[in-house]
């Protein structure tokens, strides 16, 4: 299975046809995650892609223009490379599908967010944060230094680190949420630039 998802993951870039897409989205839904762990035993040795980090303070901007700050898991979705040398990282926050900060979902929601049917979230069905998702909508930069400084001085925490199978759906969920091609009525309207 691992080497499906790789060769699906290789003809999906840069772009996402959606004839491919659908098929992604099918085949994401045939992948059982009883079979195989989406986390480590223990966690890597460097700050990776996939990291599961504790403590991580998300700032949002309310429809009514306020600030609204969360306080919690996040998820980087930064490449492992990038991560060495970059100035900024970028994190995704976790949220607990029953937790008060969040609006309410329905039992169905809940089990689309699980399945990972939603393009723009990734939950991590029958793992120990099986009631969790990854929104991508919400994902910020932050200062690597000071989330690595946070790392070194325990005040941040790598909870989890992905298995590779589970990598494998990272990828493949955001290569469907940023790179899929555009409704098509709307892609023909732009300028071809040739």
Known sequence: MIKFLEEYCNRLFPSVDTEIKNAVRHEVDQIDMTKSPWFMLNQLDVLSQGDILDKIPFLYM????????YVGKGM????????QRDPYIIIAPLFNMDDETEK???????????????????????????????DFSKSMSFNRNIILKGIEMQKIRIE?????YACYMLYIKLTIYYMRVENHEHFETRDRGI
Request: glycine share 4%; hydrophobic share 30%.
């Open 62 to 69: 309310k429809d009514d223009g306020s600030k609204k700050a």
């Open 76 to 83: 980087v979705l930064s490449n492992t490379c990038d991560l």
């Open 104 to 134: 309410k979902f329905s039992e169905q929601t809940k089990k689309d967010l699980k399945d990972n049917v939603v393009t723009a979230k990734m939950g991590f069905k029958n793992s120990r944060l099986d009631n969790y998702f990854v």
């Open 160 to 164: 989890e680190s992905l298995t590779q």
